[in-house]
């Protein structure tokens, strides 16, 4: 079945450490995007990849880190310097790069800072 | 910056029952695309409905349907014939035309009541 998938489903850090999401799709899709989500908060864009190779900052990517080195795959990394990373993360993907296509989620991944 | 409002943080519904939620956003482009998305329990993101601003016809998807109303800037969803599986968090979220970005609301709880 084509789908996004995102692993783990639960992980949890120390403070200081990196941790690395991943976010894979079947589906084809050229763009791949990164959300984060907080309770009594819509979803809000950290990153973006329209093609291989290149992406976007959105519009709270400090502290995160990106790479698209297949079309595939989109894994994001939530560095020491996010002072909150806490959160609901969840990957999306749509067939072209304009926004006006459905983005399509992935099951997401919940990140807790011990 | 485009903003997407939900005023209504919950709201319920009587099983078979109509329900309706608001949405209204802020733009001064003329070419953007709206959207629900539905997130139940599982946190999985579904799309319910798109909508296309040059469209003058509302969008419908079988027992869902929006109110667009693009001089009043407001995007309302109704659910008919309300199912217990309707019971989630909705998402309005806006696109403007050529860009990437989907800009989200922070989300209406929908119950449903047996």
Not at chain 1, 95 to 100: A, C, K, L
Request: glycine share 6%; charged share 20%; net charge neutral.
């Amino acid at each position: 079945d084509g789908g996004i998938t995102q692993s783990p489903k639960y992980l949890f850090r120390k403070e200081g450490q990196n941790v690395t999401l991943s976010c894979e799709q079947n589906l084809n899709h050229d763009a791949m995007y990164w959300y984060r989500q907080d309770p009594g908060q819509g979803l809000r864009l950290i990153y973006y990849s329209q093609i291989v190779n290149d992406f976007q900052k959105g519009d709270i990517a400090e502290g995160y880190s990106v790479s698209r080195e297949k079309k595939e795959s989109f894994p994001l990394t939530v560095t020491s310097a996010q002072k909150n990373p806490t959160a609901f993360y969840l990957c999306a993907s749509s067939p072209r790069t304009s926004g006006s296509d459905e983005q399509f989620f992935g099951p997401g991944t919940r990140l807790t800072v011990l | 910056a485009q903003t997407v409002t939900q005023s209504q943080p919950e709201m319920s519904v009587q099983e078979a029952e109509t329900v309706t939620l608001s949405c209204t956003y802020d733009t001064s482009e003329s070419d953007y695309y709206l959207f629900w998305y539905k997130q139940p329990p599982s946190r999985q993101m579904i799309l319910v409905i798109r909508q296309e601003a040059y469209k003058q016809q509302n969008a419908t998807e079988n027992r869902f349907s929006v109110n667009f109303q693009k001089a009043a800037k407001s995007f309302s969803l109704k659910i008919s014939d309300s199912q217990l599986g309707d019971a989630a968090m909705y998402f309005c979220a806006y696109c403007q035309g050529g860009s990437e970005k989907l800009v989200f609301g922070k989300g209406t709880k929908l119950t449903v009541n047996p």
